[in-house]
């Protein structure tokens, strides 16, 4: 493609139910109760990421194991590397297991910018779900990619810093939760389970933890504090997570809501949220 703004506006839809099993199987890949939900326990955001997932051929997977560029995401040249930079979620009412939901994708936006490691292409995507028991969610998502190639220059991650918090969690992701993820979620990008891919072709030192999967733990982890529901939500990653290393989720109170961090071990920062 000459220019990829050609593919804002594409809309693609999807209609599905909220199955109870993905909730039970991701709990108990979080080592926590497998007991299946009952029709009608609400979905906490985040947990949406469980359902739509991708459903495509073998023959349209790219090298990196997506989907391949081009059949909804602008076509782009040479084998551009991707990474979920972040998500922007209103919740105006939660959708519930067993609602039967339809989902409308749009690419909302497609910009082109110079980083530190070359040409960068930033893709929003808007997902409007909306479900047959009054369930509403809103999920606009940033997708960026990169000019690839073996062992291609990360960009360099912001400096540690130390914040004031007021609760905080430490997990340390191994290679089983990120299989079981990818898993949950059809997740097939090869960073996360094929580790000389990942090495090899993408240049990363280890199997890199999923930013959604870290997002989630993190907004658990202000819903839980907090003790009520959250409507909205939003993230951006800053740097990668590998598995095997420990993190922390860090959170404070502000205003009706919450600021929220994950650092590394190294004391980087690799995600930062707010919540309200």
């Given at each position: 493609?000459?220019?990829?703004?050609?593919?804002?506006?594409?809309?693609?839809y999807r209609e599905e139910r909220i199955d109870p099993w993905p909730v039970a199987a991701f709990n108990a890949a979080l080592d926590r109760?497998?007991?299946?939900?009952?029709?009608?326990?609400?979905?906490?955001?985040?947990?949406?990421?469980?359902?739509f997932r991708p459903l495509y051929r073998a023959v349209a997977s790219g090298p990196d194991g997506h989907e391949r560029l081009g059949e909804f995401l602008p076509a782009l040249p040479g084998d551009p590397q991707r990474m979920w930079a972040g998500s922007r979620i209103n919740v105006s009412c939660p959708l519930q297991v067993g609602e039967h939901v339809r989902l409308r994708s749009t690419i909302a936006?497609?910009?082109v910018k110079e980083g530190r490691?070359?040409?960068?292409?930033?893709?929003?995507?808007?997902?409007?779900?909306?479900?047959?028991?009054?369930?509403?969610l809103d999920d606009e998502q940033d997708i960026v990619y990169r000019e690839g190639g073996a062992g291609?220059?990360?960009?360099?991650?912001?400096?540690?810093?130390?914040?004031?918090?007021?609760?905080?969690?430490?997990?340390?992701?191994?290679?089983?939760?990120?299989?079981?993820?990818?898993?949950?979620?059809?997740?097939?990008?090869?960073?996360?389970?094929?580790y000389p891919y990942c090495v090899n072709e993408e240049g990363y030192p280890g199997l890199v933890v999923h930013g959604p999967l870290l997002a989630t733990l993190m907004f658990g982890l202000a819903e839980e504090n907090l003790g009520r529901p959250l409507s909205r939500f939003e993230y951006r990653s800053q740097a990668p997570v590998f598995s095997g290393t420990e993190v922390t989720a860090s959170g404070r109170v502000d205003g009706d809501g919450a600021l929220l961090w994950v650092t590394r071990e190294d004391g980087t920062v690799a995600l930062r949220g707010s919540a309200k």
């Open positions: 493609m000459q220019d990829p703004k050609q593919w804002v506006g594409l809309e693609r109760s497998a007991e299946i939900p009952a029709d009608g326990t609400p979905l906490a955001a985040c947990w949406h990421w469980l359902y936006d497609v910009a490691s070359g040409k960068l292409v930033f893709v929003t995507v808007r997902h409007q779900m909306r479900g047959d028991r009054g369930g509403r291609a220059a990360r960009p360099a991650p912001p400096c540690a810093t130390e914040e004031q918090w007021t609760w905080r969690s430490h997990w340390k992701p191994d290679s089983l939760l990120l299989f079981r993820y990818s898993a949950l979620t059809y997740n097939s990008h090869r960073i996360h389970y094929d």
